[in-house]
Every structure is written in structure tokens, then in C-alpha cells.
């Protein structure tokens, strides 16, 4: 069981940043690739971005490239997700999750474990 809690969201303007972390406990950080997806009201969950268990390699949906980073310190048990230029359609709640085999899965299949979210707020 690995818990995951988010944090780092919050109300800004566009254009401006943000930086998101999520915090793990539990089993072994660096057993698991890690994700991050966003969901706003009436909408589905949406992949935004993904890292491996080495953190050397990434992946985005086409809409952040650019403009977000995920990273992870394996040595904090966190992973990051630097949003820049902020926009807003990007309001969400950002969730974090954990992927037990491979990396890069787009579909919320693909991920055993979940934070609970981070509420973004980007006015316009």
C-alpha cells in the first residue's frame, strides 16, 4: 500500500506558477512510476503527465507541454509537477498516482493508488 497526499494547489492569475508536490508513504518510493491527472467539473479525469520510477524519463499530455515539468526526489518520496504560464483551463483538481508496472499510462487504469487531490484555481 503506498499513501499519497498532494499538496501545493491554490487560486492564482493566469500566467502565473504553481508548483505541486506529492508526498508518499508507505512501500518503496522508487518502486513505482508516478502520475498526475487533472479533473474539472463535468468532465473525466484526464492524464496530464507522467515520470518513471528513475525520473529520466516523462511523459505530457499535449495541452501542458511546455509549460508543466514533472520530477520526482526519490530520496523525499515526492514527486513535483511545475505548472508555468497557467491558463484557465487549466482549473482542476490535480491528483497524483502511482503506477505499479511499466510507466506512462495514460488511462486511470493503469494506476493502483491515489492522493485524494489538490484543488487549482486559475482566474481569468
Known amino acids: 500500500q503506498v499513501h499519497l497526499l498532494e499538496s501545493g494547489g491554490g487560486l492564482v492569475q493566469a500566467g502565473a506558477s504553481l508548483r505541486l508536490s506529492c508526498a508518499a508513504s508507505g512501500r518503496t518510493f522508487s518502486n513505482y512510476a508516478m502520475g498526475w491527472f487533472r479533473q474539472s467539473p463535468g468532465k473525466e479525469r484526464e492524464f496530464v503527465a507522467a515520470i518513471n520510477r528513475s525520473g529520466g524519463f516523462t511523459l505530457y499530455t499535449d495541452s501542458v507541454k511546455g509549460r508543466f515539468s514533472i520530477s520526482r526526489d526519490n530520496a523525499k518520496n515526492t514527486t513535483y509537477l511545475q505548472m508555468n504560464s497557467l491558463k484557465f483551463e487549466d482549473t482542476a483538481i490535480y491528483y497524483c498516482?502511482?503506477?505499479?508496472?511499466?510507466?506512462?499510462?495514460?488511462?486511470?487504469?493503469?494506476?493502483?493508488?491515489w492522493g485524494q487531490g489538490t484543488q487549482v484555481t486559475v482566474s481569468s
Open positions: 498516482a502511482a503506477q505499479i508496472q511499466g510507466w506512462g499510462a495514460v488511462s486511470r487504469d493503469g494506476y493502483a493508488y
